[in-house]
């Protein structure tokens, strides 16, 4: 049984009779319970995760805890997610004449839910790389600091020329490039 289609029927068939005849059907529709059981599920995670640290709240207080949430949250946004959540985009595109699939749509109107996770694991490659800069020890005499701030410095040039060449892909008259 294809409800969504069925449900399209009906609703088209309901309005053309009403449009031609001045009769309203009323069409009865199945509850979404969606938001509910999502619901549901938050408060049992939320309650499971206070049941297991009892009554230790402390990690509630701890920076890093915020912090990784924010910018978790501030990928998510600055990818596109919600724009594309809001208008219902489809997740990539498969050519019919060559069966080839695309994860990145070429025009700039319009954006795949796929390329908003690249924009988003790109975006946080970036950050991590400025992490491992700032975060290198002081003490310049360890090689570990230096190939973590060389580490740090190379992801930041890699994925940010990454990131540009995704923009040029999407606006191909823009003129700047750094390594692809």
Do not use: C
């Not at 938001?35 to 049992?44: E, K």
């Not at 219902?88 to 390329?115: K, L, Q």
């Amino acid at each position: 049984y294809q409800r969504r289609v069925r449900e399209a029927v009906v609703s088209t068939q309901s309005t053309g009779v009403k449009d031609r005849t001045d009769i309203g059907i009323e069409v009865i529709r199945p509850p979404n319970y969606t938001n509910a059981i999502l619901l549901g599920v938050f408060l049992f995670a939320v309650s499971g995760t206070l049941l297991i640290k009892g009554n230790s709240l402390d990690f509630l207080y701890k920076w890093k805890y915020w912090a990784i949430t924010s910018m978790f949250i501030m990928f998510a946004m600055t990818s596109g997610q919600m724009w594309l959540h809001i208008r219902g985009a489809p997740f990539a595109h498969v050519d019919r004449n060559s069966g080839r699939t695309s994860f990145i749509h070429g025009g700039s109107n319009a954006m795949f839910v796929a390329e908003s996770y690249i924009i988003a694991i790109v975006n946080g490659v970036i950050a991590l790389g400025f992490i491992m800069m700032a975060d290198a020890p002081k003490d310049q005499t360890t090689l570990n600091s230096k190939y973590m701030s060389y580490g740090g410095l190379a992801l930041v040039v890699v994925f940010f020329s990454i990131l540009l060449a995704i923009f040029r892909m999407k606006h191909r008259a823009y003129p700047y490039s750094l390594l692809f």
